[in-house]
């Protein structure tokens, strides 16, 4: 089965730093971009990061400078690292993975960041 297992949310403290990871298992189509979105409560999903199978990088404003995406092709993961997190990081994170016939999304990961 087909799927997109994100980890390493939490409550963390203003300042601190996490690092998200997102296991894609059961593609069998090569993953052309995998991507971060989050979702703070009440409002829409938005993009964070992406990368490209060949490193290329974009990221949102707002986590510009503070975050960092890699990602590990041989093992199919995606992480991203986040420092210096404010409480407007609070959100659901999600995976994304885009393919040339389908994307997937993973079910989310919650991060919290207390003032």
């Known amino acids: 089965q087909a799927q997109l297992v994100e980890s390493g949310g939490g409550l963390i403290q203003a300042g601190g730093s996490l690092r998200l990871s997102c296991v894609a298992s059961g593609i069998i189509f090569r993953i052309n971009v995998m991507e971060w979105y989050r979702q703070a409560p009440g409002k829409q999903r938005e993009f964070v990061a992406g990368?490209?199978?060949?490193?290329?990088?974009t990221y949102a404003d707002s986590v510009k400078g503070r975050s960092t995406i890699s990602r590990d092709n041989a093992k199919n993961t995606v992480y991203l690292q986040m420092n210096s997190l404010k409480p407007e990081d609070t959100a659901d994170y999600y995976c994304h993975a885009n393919t040339q016939w389908r994307d997937y999304w993973g079910k989310g990961t919650l991060v919290t960041v207390s003032p």
């Open positions: 990368i490209t199978s060949s490193g290329t990088t």
